[in-house]
């Protein structure tokens, strides 16, 4: 582009002195030479607008190749900050699987045989896990869902649940009571609509919303608590 610029410019100053020149003879009768003269002065008249058009193509081209460039790197930018960003995303989707994995493994079956073989004197009991009063009210039978849990495809297990604990009398309970049968089944049915959907979710969301659940159950071990209102009111 450079190039053509600078032929350009040599022919327009060429043409520019070869017509000023002409000019300054002024020719007192016409004669062949004169015609002659004029016809070369109408030439360079005719190429020196041809190069003024060329130069300007030149400029035009050159302008479209550098908007052309601009938009070719704008391009290119685009789409390294989008492998970037797609990077990202999986590294921590990854992640996330591998510590959802890990922790699934982590918990202990309850048929271990290497829990199983140790004996009950050595056996050391953890505290039975239980939920918060601001998660389940013992006395009112009020269950305060986590937001993960209280989605649509849960709706019909969780209703399930909310009665039976709406129902509890003051003798269900225990490992052996046919309510706490029913809880656990019911809590386990809630646990399988959620590891289904644990690669949409983030694994302290899912964590939570599995303690939760663990300690619904464990909530139908304990013994019912009495509801004084219940009480005074009979």
């Known amino acids: 582009m450079t190039r053509i610029a600078i032929r350009c410019c040599v022919a327009v100053a060429a043409v520019t002195l070869i017509t000023g020149h002409v000019l300054a003879q002024k020719p ?3 004669t062949i030479q004169e015609i002659r003269s004029d016809a070369e ?16 193509k030149a400029i035009a081209d050159a302008q479209v190749q550098q908007a052309q460039i601009a938009k070719t790197m704008t391009e290119v930018q685009a789409m390294r900050m989008d492998n970037a960003l797609k ?8 992640r996330q699987t591998r510590d959802t994995y890990f922790a699934l493994r982590q918990t202990p079956s309850p048929g271990d045989s290497k829990h199983a073989a140790q004996p009950a004197s050595m056996t050391v009991q953890k505290p039975m896990s239980r939920l918060a009063v601001t998660e389940f009210d013992p006395v009112t039978k009020v269950i305060h869902w986590p937001d993960r849990l209280l989605g649509e495809r849960y709706a019909a297990v969780r209703n399930e649940i909310e009665g039976l604990f709406a129902a509890q009398q003051p003798g269900d309970s225990g ?6 049968a029913k809880v656990k089944t019911a809590t386990d049915r809630m646990a399988e609509l959620l590891r289904a959907e644990v690669r949409e979710m983030p694994a302290a969301e899912y964590l939570a919303a599995k303690r939760f659940l ?3 159950r464990n909530e139908a071990l304990a013994p019912a608590a009495v509801n004084p209102v219940a009480m005074n009111a009979n």
């Open 175 to 180: 490992a052996d009571s046919v309510f706490f």
């Open 87 to 94: 990077h990202t995303k999986t590294f921590y989707e990854r």
């Open 41 to 56: 002065m109408v030439k360079a008249q005719a190429m020196l607008i041809q190069a003024q058009a060329a130069m300007v």
């Open 214 to 216: 663990d300690g619904l």
């Open 28 to 30: 007192t009768s016409y």
